[in-house]
């Protein structure tokens, strides 16, 4: 079954990660469709930039409902992803509302996603969410591993290094290079 554990007392004040690695290999966010399914993406019917259709038989409320279910996205250009922050759905119509998180292209017919971050979706082998009002870790492990003996790590930065310009103003990152 589910694993939890609380993480009250640990890490900053305001910790929500989105990464967790066990026993050293990155382990996979709570998400639909599951990752080990044979086409693991939905695709969009419609959209624009602040929000997505889809098939409405597809929609969940759960989605809705949760405080940090992301959109993963290969919008418009289909070059890069975005992750869009799911701020409402009707599971009448289909659509899936997205805050300004990481807005960059429209979504058009044929785009492909999942979803991430619902409790809910906790139900494959690997997968983990994390509640950060709780504070409460659930992890699904293998079946007869003690998950005691579990090695978790949990990133407590969010970034590293943050380069920004601006496209508009002309202030592009130029000649930047990372070594080691």
């Known amino acids: 079954g589910i694993w939890s554990v609380d993480l009250k007392g640990c890490g900053p004040e305001g910790w929500n990660f989105r990464q967790l690695f066990v026993n050293g290999k990155r382990a996979t966010r709570a998400r639909y469709p599951n990752a080990s399914e044979a086409n693991p993406f939905l695709y969009a019917t419609g959209g624009d930039m602040d929000h997505v259709v889809i098939n409405p038989v597809l ?20 070059f890069f992803n975005q992750w869009n922050t799911v701020t409402g759905v009707d599971v009448k119509s289909g659509r899936i509302n997205i805050a300004d998180s990481e807005r960059h292209a429209k979504i058009i017919p044929g785009n492909w996603f999942w ?38 790590i949990a990133p407590v930065l969010d ?22």
Do not use: C
Not at 125 to 140: A, K
């Open 59 to 78: 929609v969940k409320e759960s989605w809705g409902r949760a405080k940090d279910a992301q959109l993963n996205m290969v919008p418009n250009w289909r």
């Open 115 to 152: 979803i991430e971050g619902v409790f809910e979706e906790l139900d494959e082998v690997g997968e983990w969410f994390f509640d950060s009002e709780t504070r409460m870790l659930h992890y699904l492990p293998e079946n007869g591993v003690d998950p005691n003996t579990l090695d978790a």
């Open 159 to 180: 970034r590293i290094v943050d380069i920004r310009g601006d496209v508009n103003a002309g202030t592009h990152v130029k000649h930047v290079r990372f070594e080691g």
